[in-house]
């Protein structure tokens, strides 16, 4: 079975613009959460979608979004960039996704701001 | 709602000696706690969860950890270190219906 699929890989891009991160998840796991890692922050929680609505979110400002496709798949997008927002973005797949479940994380997209 | 404070950014031990990595939580309802592990440029992968039951949990690779609710306390220990330990480790926490919050993380090297 297929692990979780992030893609890209790398991305490199200026301030003010925006971007848009892709994840697949495991067949058959309908939850996918989104997480933001940074040196000596470890893993901020953006959000988590489940068939397709937004159940749970983080302490971060609307400029942060996200969906999920029927598929499952889902995308987050950041708008007009910062130069904070530099980070690996984290992708996280669960069957239900209920917390006591274990997340299948993916191996990130690495977002440089210049 | 719930958070995690991994006591120590960076721990170093020499090979075979004994690894401790230290996790207190907050949670006002009986938490589910878990320790995952990321390698260098990999995503994060489960070493060991506690959700009920015994409060000593097993996980992968030798390790386990002990759930103590008097000391709000989820600490990870193996015996001896091998080479191969050296990454990365996060404590987490969550609670039924509610997303999972990870620590800072706690950086682990063994020196040979």
């Known amino acids: 079975k297929a692990g979780v699929t992030q893609t890209p890989r790398y991305l490199i891009k200026t301030r003010g613009q925006q971007v848009t991160l892709s994840c697949s998840p495991i067949s058959g796991h309908r939850s996918v959460s989104w997480y933001q890692q940074t040196p000596g922050q470890g893993l901020q929680f953006l959000f988590e979608?489940?068939?397709?609505?937004?159940?749970n979110k983080g302490n971060f400002p609307g400029r942060f979004s996200g969906r999920q496709f029927s598929n499952s798949r889902s995308e987050m997008n950041v708008s007009t960039l910062e130069l904070g927002d530099s980070a690996l973005y984290l992708c996280?797949?669960?069957?239900?996704?209920?917390?006591?479940?274990?997340?299948?994380f993916g191996s990130g997209t690495q977002l440089s701001v210049l | 709602a719930q958070s995690v404070t991994q006591l120590g950014s960076h721990v170093s031990v020499s090979e075979g000696a004994l690894v401790l990595l230290r996790c207190n939580y907050s949670?006002?309802?009986?938490?589910?706690l878990f320790w995952y592990v990321q390698y260098p440029n990999q995503g994060l992968q489960l070493l060991l969860k506690y959700t009920t039951g015994a409060t000593l949990v097993k996980g992968i690779n030798g390790f386990e950890a002990e759930f103590k609710k008097s000391e709000t306390s989820f600490h990870l220990t193996k015996p001896s270190a091998h080479m191969s330990d050296a990454a990365e480790y996060f404590c987490a926490v969550s609670a039924l219906n509610n997303d999972m919050r990870f620590g800072a993380g706690t950086r682990l090297t063994v020196k040979p």
């Open positions: 979608y489940f068939s397709e609505t937004q159940r």
């Open positions: 949670s006002s309802v009986p938490p589910y």
């Open positions: 996280a797949s669960s069957l239900g996704g209920q917390g006591r479940e274990k997340l299948f």
